[in-house]
């Protein structure tokens, strides 16, 4: 059975930081790529950003790009996500997600996956993040 959790999500001003993290279990998580999602009250979930396995392939939605910055540590299983200068509008549960098993040790680039979402499905409950101005 797969688990998937987030956790690290709060409320902090605009311009503050927050740094999210993700274990999933009962998968291989040193093949899988990763994906981090948002979806804030009234709007559709959207990919934030993705790694593959080795962390050789990187997707930022532009909304994101030189804010925030996804790793993972395949030795401890974590998945993290650093939020920096987080505006309010990005006030929305952020979930860690896996797809199937098809994308183990995918090399490819993660534009279509990551935007797309339908092939993660692997999900975790969600963790909060409030930006306040």
């Known amino acids: 059975q797969v688990q998937v959790v987030e956790s690290g999500g709060g409320s902090v001003q605009a311009g503050g930081s927050l740094r999210l993290s993700c274990t999933a279990s009962?998968?291989?998580?040193?093949?899988?790529?990763m994906g981090w999602f948002r979806q804030a009250p009234g709007k559709e979930r959207e990919g934030v950003s993705c790694?593959?396995?080795?962390?050789?392939?990187?997707y930022y939605a532009d909304s994101v790009k030189d804010r925030f910055t996804i790793s993972r540590d395949n030795a401890k299983n974590p998945l993290y996500l650093q939020l920096n200068s987080l505006k309010p509008e990005e006030t929305a549960m952020y979930s860690c997600?896996?797809?199937?098993?098809?994308?183990?040790?995918?090399?490819?680039?993660?534009?279509?996956?990551?935007?797309?979402?339908?092939?993660?499905?692997?999900w975790g409950q969600g963790t909060q993040v409030t930006v306040s101005s």
């Open positions: 997600a896996a797809p199937n098993t098809g994308f183990y040790y995918y090399g490819g680039r993660l534009i279509y996956l990551c935007s797309g979402r339908s092939n993660f499905i692997y």
């Open positions: 790694i593959n396995y080795n962390s050789e392939r990187i």
């Open positions: 009962g998968l291989s998580f040193d093949a899988s790529v």
